[in-house]
């Protein structure tokens, strides 16, 4: 699938201050790998809002970048990353289950 593909080449980057633009994020993360693009969101204004995402080339350049760069300082702001879409962003919790219960098991 097209979409699953894009998405795995994918981080979204959060927590971004307005003196960032697309130029210097694909400058500061090309560290990890031949990019795409960047796109950083906006608002219907067309306000740059304070997150944005960055498509790589290959798959394998996006946990690279996030363990290199998730925590970077830029423009006195903690940048925070994600994977992309592409992969689940939360857990399932389960109660009340017997302590024999395995994952096989459910």
Request: net charge positive; aromatic share 12%.
């Amino acid at each position: 699938m097209q979409i699953q593909k894009e998405a795995d080449k994918t981080v979204f980057v959060a927590n971004l201050g307005s003196s960032a633009n697309e130029e210097i994020i694909f400058e500061l993360f090309l560290q990890a790998g031949p990019l795409k693009k960047v796109t950083i969101a906006r608002d219907r204004e067309g306000r740059q809002r304070s997150y944005g995402f960055v498509y790589y080339k290959h798959a394998e350049a996006v946990p690279y970048a996030i363990a290199l760069l998730n925590g970077t300082w830029l423009f006195g702001r903690q940048i925070r990353l994600q994977y992309g879409t592409g992969r689940p962003l939360f857990c399932i919790i389960i109660k009340n289950c017997s302590f024999q219960l395995t994952h096989l098991d459910l």
